[in-house]
């Protein structure tokens, strides 16, 4: 248990954590038990290191965070360890890697019903799913999802801001207002958003390593453990997931041709959809569904999940267009219910709002379609129903 404490104050005094997660104020901190999911390279451990440091301090018994990947715990149950940190004064368990301890959500669920002044937080795989795949669990675990850096979180790092973030009725309404004012704090938007689209949305940017590598290194974790690993899959089928994906990326944002891929990677078409969703869970895609469809039927069309992920697989060869919807896509995701959009429009916002993505304002426009707003990349500031499409990364 010393060194367990021992290692818990280091990670604190060397935690590097420049920006504080909005997430951090929507938690319910008052919840017994707290689930965070989140692809892998969002930054899960630091996200509760960070709460740690932030709610009890250096060198304080009531919490303690722990990783199951120890080899301490191929021996030691973590009920038994949760009761004798009880017994040290301890309040609040930090619990990382959970996934890789066998039985963890019965455990949980033990540790739940034998120990009720006992408060665990634990982080998994977004592949995970707490509540459907574990009846222990249901009912008893609240569940929330860390992502990547925002744009606004992004430039708040890079510029030493400290800008909000706003909700999308503020955008639409204020949009003018708003990205005028920061447009004239930050220097050198463009190039600012440019970045980011290529590395800004995990924080491992931060490391003083090959991004591209690291990403793809991620890219293919997030496969072998997150997909394979979670959900019991062979290894052996590997290949056909890594092929499968690849077809995904080069094509994207398409409609995905399902018997087209099954033959691709020598595979059933049920195998292929299971397979799409997987990648889905682990944010490495995202489905785009007309409104009133979900899986299992086939979406209208299907992204990388964000930006970053379409520079490793085909990086001299990355569409413009792709690029702006994608980003687009991601920062409306987290908060709204994105749909395909009608017509002309890219994307139905939450089954009222009519959005499309633009390269640069067309003149005219704006009087012709006022049933549309204009996601556009080459302003600074907007004007009428025309908004800059960077602004939408500051929806969180």
């Known amino acids: 248990m010393d060194s367990f404490y021992r290692t818990h104050n280091y990670l604190l005094e060397h935690l590097y954590s420049p920006v504080r997660r909005t997430l951090m104020d929507e938690i319910d901190w008052s919840a017994r038990l707290i689930g965070i999911k989140g692809s892998r390279g969002v930054g899960k451990t630091t996200f509760l290191l960070k709460y740690a440091l932030e709610f009890f301090g250096i060198n304080n018994p009531a919490c303690l ?55 665990i937080v634990f982080s998994g795989s977004s592949v ?26 992004y430039i708040n790092i890079s510029s030493g801001s400290s800008f909000r973030e706003y909700r999308l009725e503020e955008l639409l309404e204020q949009h ?21 689209l290529h590395h800004g949305y995990y924080p491992f940017y931060l490391e003083k390593r090959n991004f591209s590598e690291n ?22 089928y590997l290949p056909k997931l890594r092929k499968l994906l690849y077809q995904l990326a080069i094509s994207a ?11 691709e990677i020598s595979t059933s078409r049920a195998t292929v959809t299971n397979y799409i969703k997987y990648l889905t869970d682990a944010r490495l895609i995202n489905m ?7 899986f299992p ?55 009222k709002y009519n959005f499309r993505v633009e390269e640069a304002a067309a003149e005219g426009r704006n009087k012709e379609r006022q049933d549309m707003y204009y996601a556009v990349d080459s302003i600074a500031a907007g004007s009428s129903n025309g908004i800059p499409l960077w602004l939408f990364g500051f929806l969180y």
């Open 128 to 153: 995970m799913r707490l509540k459907e795949e574990n009846p222990d669990l249901s009912g008893l675990v609240d569940s929330y999802n860390l992502r990547g850096f925002s744009f606004r979180e």
């Open 253 to 263: 944002p398409s409609s995905p041709n399902v018997s087209r891929l099954s033959k």
């Open 297 to 351: 039927k086939k979406p209208d069309k299907v992204y990388m999940n964000n930006t970053n992920l379409m520079f490793p697989i085909r990086p001299m060869q990355v569409a413009p267009q792709a690029l702006r919807e994608t980003f687009f896509y991601n920062m409306l995701h987290k908060d709204h219910i994105v749909n395909s959009g009608h017509r002309h429009a890219h994307f139905l916002v939450d089954e």
């Open 215 to 236: 990403l793809l290194k991620t890219m293919n974790m997030m496969l072998e453990v997150d997909i394979l690993y979670i959900k019991q899959i062979e290894q052996s």
């Open 288 to 294: 785009l569904y007309c409104a009133g469809e979900s």
């Open 65 to 119: 965070y722990i990783n199951l990947n120890h080899f301490y715990f191929t021996e030691r149950s973590l009920t038994d360890f949760a009761g004798e940190f009880l017994r040290r004064g301890g309040k609040v368990l930090l619990i990382d890697q959970v996934f890789k301890y066998p039985g963890w959500s019965k455990e949980l669920r033990y540790c739940y019903d034998r120990y009720p002044e006992l408060k």
């Open 176 to 196: 003018a207002e708003i990205g005028g004012q920061i447009s004239g704090e930050v220097q050198d938007l463009e190039t600012m958003f440019r970045d980011y």
